[in-house]
């Protein structure tokens, strides 16, 4: 069976400076995965190849088996991509932009206005149903753009700084609908600058900097390779400070 999430020797330069540098990574089927890293590590640069979004210079990715570059329509029928500062059309109201992304992804009609319903309620946004997006505040369009993420029922979720913009009760609310993916069998990858979710979240966590993984393991297994601290934010700070080595894993 194939793994969720398969990276080989993946590069990519930007004007002659390499923003992914030779990464390997590897996510099984049904694991909560967070990558970490530092602003311009090469975090957003992998998810938008995985994405489809931005083309390879070098190496292979695949989703679910299938490669991003040759059979891209298959590895992104399966695999949803929610970026940190998401496109919203702002004329529209919540059913009708879900309705739209539903299109786009071929789900009748029936089925389309059923599972829109049902992630609004989720999210608790039903009581927006009549309210134009360009009205909503930053963690409300946060929130659709989940919806929108979760209407054509994916199996891999790629997830860049999913919790930007929402207070305490949105996050937690949005954090234990990712929780329940994962139980369905869903594999979520998880970016974010607050290290403490992804230590509670995640299965296991990658870390990576200059453009490839440094570290990656339970956090059990990272504090076990840490040469100082118990939180995941030290464990962090040791490997991602300037001069610090990192040893592939």
């Known amino acids: ?16 400076t390499p923003a992914v540098d030779g990464l390997d990574l590897v996510i099984p089927r049904g694991e909560f995965h967070a990558l970490l890293g530092p602003n311009g590590a090469g975090k957003t640069t992998t998810l938008r190849i995985v994405a489809g979004l931005v083309r390879a210079d070098f190496g292979t990715v695949r989703v679910l088996g299938h490669d991003i570059a040759s059979d891209a329509r298959a590895a992104k029928s399966v ?26 992804w071929s789900i009748d009609a029936a089925t389309a206005q059923a ?33 929108g993420a979760l209407i054509h029922d994916p199996a891999v979720m790629i997830l860049d700084e999913p919790l930007t913009g929402l207070d305490a009760a949105a996050a937690r609310l949005v954090k234990d609908i990712l929780i329940e993916r994962v139980k369905q069998g869903c594999t979520v990858v998880l970016t974010t600058h607050i290290l403490e979710i992804a230590e509670r979240l995640a299965e296991r966590i990658s870390i ?13 297994e990272l ?25 592939a894993p």
């Open 208 to 220: 990576i900097a200059r453009g490839r993984i440094i570290a990656q393991g339970t956090m059990a």
């Open 1 to 16: 069976m194939s793994d969720a999430l398969e990276i080989r020797n993946l590069h990519k330069q930007f004007g002659g």
């Open 79 to 104: 695999l949803a991509f929610l970026p940190d500062d998401p496109l919203l059309y702002g004329k529209l109201r919540p059913l009708e932009y879900l309705e739209f992304v539903a299109g786009l």
């Open 223 to 247: 504090r076990g390779g840490s040469a100082r601290g118990e939180t995941l934010e030290d464990i962090f700070l040791e490997l991602t400070s300037e001069g610090a080595g990192g040893a």
């Open 115 to 147: 599972r829109a319903a049902d992630l609004l309620s989720t999210l608790s946004l039903d009581d927006k149903l009549d309210g134009r997006i360009e009205t909503f505040s930053r963690g409300m369009r946060q929130k659709l753009a989940l919806a």
